[in-house]
């Protein structure tokens, strides 16, 4: 499932997967297992440590919760944010093979398809695509409103993939300009 909690008025919310055990962790003892996913906590058992409840805002199970439910759970009101001229980012965190990509895209090829013109995303599709389809769909709404009102719209986003502090620029190649040494 996915857990939320939320830090104050900050409007930071953080979301974690909780999917399938890998391969690896179903052969290696001694590695934490989740034992439950409910409403509002993740039950894991940690060797050495015993049962650990973690608790959250909410949770989604990785298995059954649609990306749409993701979606607007955890970054369509950054998105909202941002169509109304704010800064506005959505950060995907965890160990690999956690299910960052799945959560992000959708599953393996999903990129590969034809995203359609309008109408609903197909269920599979992840935050990233959402996100990326439901502001060009703003962006055409508002150039087809009929207002007397010139619309300038301007649209820029980056993704980057931040590992063992490095950083890199995912749409444009190579480092982030934005990395600091």
């Not at 830090?7 to 909780?18: F, L, M």
């Not at 704010?86 to 950060?91: I, K, L, S, V």
């Not at 609903?120 to 992840?126: E, I």
């Not at 990233?128 to 389809?133: G, L, N």
Request: include cysteine.
């Amino acid at each position: 499932g996915t857990g939320a909690a939320r830090a104050g008025d900050q409007g930071v919310a953080a979301g974690g997967e909780v999917g399938d055990e890998n391969e690896g962790q179903r052969r290696g003892k001694g590695r934490p297992r989740v034992l439950a996913v409910l409403p509002c906590r993740v039950v894991l058992y940690v060797p050495g440590l015993g049962v650990r409840p973690f608790h959250f805002v909410k949770t989604f199970d990785g298995d059954k919760a649609p990306q749409q439910a993701v979606y607007g759970e955890y970054a369509q009101g950054a998105v909202v944010s941002a169509l109304n001229g704010f800064n506005a980012c959505f950060m995907a965190y965890g160990q690999t093979g956690s299910g960052k990509s799945h959560t992000t895209f959708g599953p393996q090829g999903i990129l590969d398809r034809d995203i359609p013109e309008s109408g609903a995303l197909p269920a599979d599709y992840g935050v990233v695509v959402r996100a990326a389809c439901e502001v060009l769909d703003s962006a055409r709404a508002a150039r087809r409103g009929g207002s007397s009102c010139v619309v300038d719209i301007s649209v820029s986003m980056q993704y980057i993939q931040v590992y063992n502090e490095a950083v890199t620029d995912l749409l444009g190649g190579g480092a982030s300009p934005f990395a600091r040494e």
